[in-house]
């Protein structure tokens, strides 16, 4: 064998080697109960807006996040969404709600910190015992009804940890563009419904969660 094609098998074979051990990266990745799911839902224009408000310095910013949940052998979404309110969403499903241009999920996996693991059971049970709660479309933290962060977060402040350890924080909402005005596409969707933007009141959102040293990312599906 010459000297040329010597080294055009060894190229050959450590370009195997590798693209054989990224496959077997995202092949070994299992999904683990309490899991948290940040996506990008879209491009609506709400979900533009949500993202507009919300945006962080992360590479990626989300619009919706769920967790997740094993029920029957099978795996779940406990998520808040318009449609349906508080509901379990079969991992599959959730998965193929918004894909890239190459077909691949736009979701990301986050775990919480081992201390948080006793809670979990708890926290999932929190959100089974109030599916079919209807949807928070105003985005108020009092009432009887949740969106997506506001469900995660209460699914662990519900329990016994001080204050402190929450793994989420809060704070005043906003929906105003960076010169401070209310942004037209919040108007116009608090228009609809006859509320007043609760400009200042006490809530979350997924980039807020995703920003939280409490919790580790694990997986990104547009990368498998």
């Known amino acids: 064998m010459n000297r040329t094609l010597k080294k055009t098998c060894i190229l050959f ?10 496959s077997n990266q995202n092949n070994d990745f299992e999904i683990k109960q309490g899991d948290l799911l940040f996506q990008n839902t879209g491009t609506g224009e709400i979900d533009n807006a949500i993202k507009d408000v919300t945006a962080t310095s992360f590479s990626k910013n989300y619009s ?7 029920k029957n052998e099978q795996w779940f979404v406990l998520e808040a969404i318009t449609e349906e309110g508080i509901c379990q969403t079969s991992l599959i499903k959730f998965l193929n709600r918004n894909k890239n241009k190459f077909n691949k999920s736009q979701t990301t996996v986050a775990r919480l910190d081992s201390y948080y693991q006793p809670y979990i059971s708890k926290a999932i049970e929190y959100g089974v015992e109030r599916i079919n709660t209807p949807y928070d479309e105003i985005f108020l933290w009092d009432d009887d009804s949740y969106y997506c962060s506001e469900l995660v977060y209460k699914m662990f402040s519900s329990q016994d940890l001080p204050k402190d350890s929450i793994p989420f924080l809060t704070h005043p909402m906003t929906f105003n563009d ?5 942004m037209p596409s919040w108007v116009a969707y608090y228009e609809t419904r006859n509320q007043p933007i609760p400009e200042g009141i ?10 939280s040293p409490r919790i580790k990312f694990v997986h990104d599906y547009e990368n498998e």
């Open 13 to 22: 074979i450590f370009a195997f080697v590798l693209i054989s051990c990224n």
């Open 202 to 211: 006490k809530g979350t959102n997924p980039n807020l969660m995703a920003s």
């Open 64 to 70: 919706h996040v769920g967790i997740a949940m094993k």
């Open 178 to 182: 960076s010169s401070g005005n209310p």
